[in-house]
């Protein structure tokens, strides 16, 4: 497929990507109880009182029971002993009616995420970030891939007619997006590769970019001349940022709103497709925990799993 011929890139709409996904789980689930009596079930563990994490917990939550899926929800005072969060670990693991288990981030500083992450059964690690399901995914086999990533692939797979010989250019090293996402773009014979704070002349590696992804987390970085014309742009990144105009609200408190790692006004009048923020990456990420959930069932019981 050519890249769009306009003034502006085409719009990569993740919302209408993740509502079709959604409604191809919740037909999923539908089946898997009807036929086999396997009602997949999600566990989530929140430790701490950071708004964030509750507010994105709540959205999985409530997109987990509108596909169908059983929930199982652990929240934690921030003081629990990492001793005591292995211990829940451990017993969701031998939990037959459990299927995933998703440990929402950040943790406690005196918790080791790490150990918490090793500990999990790797068919259980709804996020793929067991050592196992990593090793499973650099070395081709048959494993769970991070939600963020995996969604990442449906996007440019959906957007681009192939990925065979593109040149893509990954923003961000970190564990959970930027190498799963370099590995899977690896798989698909893209040619990767992947930049980061130490990377010399950051803007020019960009502009050979067939596909960019920006995974930072940092504001505005990556500009419109930094983009190659035609390219595809996925925007992971989020910030929030104090608004530009009107920057207080009645109550005196500041207004923000959220961006993502590229300048999209920029960026949109020079690639070929974008996604936006919010609505692009995010609503794909949450899709594709459920879809993890569901395969994670599927794979425990020796069940043909379905194509989500």
Not at 94 to 117: G, N, R
Not at 143 to 169: D, E, F, H, N, W
Not at 196 to 222: Q, Y
Request: some cysteine; glycine content about 10%.
């Amino acid at each position: 497929m050519s890249p769009p011929r306009s003034n502006s890139a085409k719009i990569i709409d993740g919302k209408a990507l993740a509502a079709d996904l959604h409604k191809r789980i919740g037909t999923a689930v539908m089946a898997l109880k009807r036929e086999h009596g396997v009602t997949p079930t999600l566990a989530v563990v929140l430790v701490g009182e950071d708004p964030a994490s509750h507010v994105y917990v709540r959205a999985k939550i409530r997109h987990a029971k509108d596909v169908g899926l059983g929930t199982i929800e652990h929240v934690l005072p921030a003081a629990i002993s990492e001793t005591e969060l292995l211990g829940l670990i451990a017993s969701l693991n031998t939990d037959d009616s459990v299927s995933a288990i998703l440990v929402q981030l950040p943790l406690p500083d005196h918790i080791d995420k790490e150990k918490i992450f090793s500990s999990m059964d790797p068919a259980k690690d709804v996020d793929g970030l067991h050592p196992v399901n990593v090793g499973r995914l650099w070395g081709g086999g048959k494993g769970i891939v991070p939600c963020t990533p995996y969604g990442c692939m449906v996007m440019l797979k959906r957007t681009l007619s192939q990925l065979a010989g593109k040149r893509a250019l990954v923003i961000g090293r970190s564990n959970i997006v930027g190498r799963p996402l370099a590995a899977l773009l690896l798989s698909e014979d893209a040619t990767v590769t992947i930049a980061h704070s130490r990377t010399e002349n950051l803007p020019a590696r960009c502009r050979e970019a067939d596909i960019l992804v920006a995974a930072v987390g940092s504001a505005g970085m990556v500009r419109g001349d930094w983009i190659k014309p035609g390219a595809a742009v996925i925007d992971v990144g989020i910030s929030r940022i104090t608004a530009s105009e009107k920057a207080f609200k009645p109550d005196g408190t500041l207004k923000t709103r959220i961006v993502g790692d590229v300048v999209f006004e920029e960026a949109r009048m020079v690639a070929g497709w974008i996604t936006p923020v919010p609505g692009g990456v995010g609503p794909m990420t949450i899709a594709c925990l459920m879809r993890n959930t569901v395969i994670a069932a599927c794979r425990r019981r020796g069940l043909a799993e379905p194509e989500l």
